[in-house]
């Protein structure tokens, strides 16, 4: 177990809602990752963080934020929630940069957009 | 973005048999690692490959790195069921923090 706990696990939600997903670590790892999943994509990533209140865009973050306020929590907004946002989300993180070190993943939550 | 693409992308095969999944890019990345996912669960990280033409064994499972640090396969031998999975190659990218994976590989060992 590597001190990553994502919640909600489970949520849906309605067509243009915002909705929040939290990702806490125990591990005080400086990097911080948010991906979905989603069949035949693998994993593609929304935004990371290299530290507190530093974060960047990954290759899907179009109507997605992030914050990041203290070095444990990690937090992905979805503004408006869309269908095509349906998926299951992955939170992760390591110690150095996942060049360096092994990146470690939560169990992910699964959103439904109706 | 910096793309990686595996295949094959469904593989079913009996147990006991060998089997190797490739990942292939037209990119050099400073690392490849590959990752094993079961339902419900996050990814978690087999092996990670640096050097270009590294080979790394883990009991039955086989990593290599391409020379040229843009290809990596992964060979199982003697496929148990338990192998049964998602495998995932990652690279970490050149430029900066990024971790970028390919589409996964869904096997299923029969008994």
């Known amino acids: 177990d590597a001190g990553i706990t994502q919640s909600p696990r489970h949520k849906v939600t309605e067509t243009g809602t915002p909705v929040t997903l939290r990702c806490h670590q125990t591990?005080?790892?400086?990097?911080m990752y948010w991906y979905r999943q989603d069949p035949g994509h693998g994993l593609r990533l929304i935004h990371y963080?290299?530290?507190?209140?530093?974060?960047d865009k990954g290759e899907v973050s179009d109507g997605y934020s992030v914050s990041r306020s203290k070095t444990e929590d990690f937090l992905l907004t979805l503004e408006s929630a869309t269908s095509s946002q349906t998926s299951v989300y992955f939170c992760?993180?390591?110690?150095?940069?996942?060049?360096?070190?092994?990146?470690?993943f939560g169990q992910g939550t699964r959103l439904t957009v109706v | 973005t910096q793309l990686l693409e595996q295949s094959p992308q469904f593989l079913s095969i009996q147990e006991g048999e060998n089997l190797t999944v490739y990942c292939n890019s037209s990119s050099v990345f400073s690392s490849l690692q590959w990752y094993r996912q079961e339902p419900g669960e996050g990814p978690v990280l087999l092996v990670t490959?640096?050097?270009?033409?590294e080979v790394k064994k883990l009991k039955r499972l086989t990593f290599q790195f391409g020379d040229a640090r843009k290809d990596s396969s992964l060979h199982i031998t003697a496929a148990q069921t338990g192998d049964t999975g998602l495998y995932l190659c990652?690279?970490?990218?050149?430029?900066?923090?990024?971790?970028?994976f390919g589409e996964g590989t869904q096997l299923t060992v029969n008994p």
């Open positions: 591990e005080n790892h400086r990097y």
């Open positions: 990652a690279g970490g990218e050149t430029s900066g923090s990024r971790l970028t």
């Open positions: 490959v640096v050097t270009g033409g």
């Open positions: 992760a993180i390591s110690l150095q940069g996942p060049m360096n070190t092994e990146a470690f």
């Open positions: 963080s290299y530290g507190v209140k530093d974060t």
